[in-house]
């Protein structure tokens, strides 16, 4: 059930009541009697763990969204083996 808070307009007296929601809403200070409105407030709501993080949901399936490792380190290796200059074949000599 909701927590609703309320605030007298004479007094300024503000309190709340747990109500349904088909329940009416209060209308008299239950302190002077005069009318009160309803005062809109942020939801009582803690958040208690360490947190969301991307790895508490379910994995996707990583074939069809990420490499595999060894392709993807075969792409690394070829261009590592790109960047280094080719060494020059000597022919042997003859004696």
Do not use: N
Not at 59 to 75: D, I, N, T
Request: aromatic fraction near 8%; charged fraction near 35%.
């Amino acid at each position: 059930m909701p927590l609703y808070e309320y605030e007298c307009k004479k007094c300024h007296h503000r309190f709340e009541k747990i109500q349904k929601f088909s329940d009416p809403h209060v209308k008299k200070c239950p302190d002077c009697g005069s009318p009160v409105e309803q005062v809109l407030s942020a939801p009582a709501v803690q958040f208690k763990g360490s947190g969301w993080y991307v790895t508490d949901y379910a994995k996707k399936s990583s074939a069809s969204s990420e490499p595999s490792k060894k392709e993807s380190k075969a792409k690394t290796e070829g261009a590592a083996k790109s960047e280094t200059p080719a060494k020059s074949e000597k022919s042997p000599e003859k004696k």
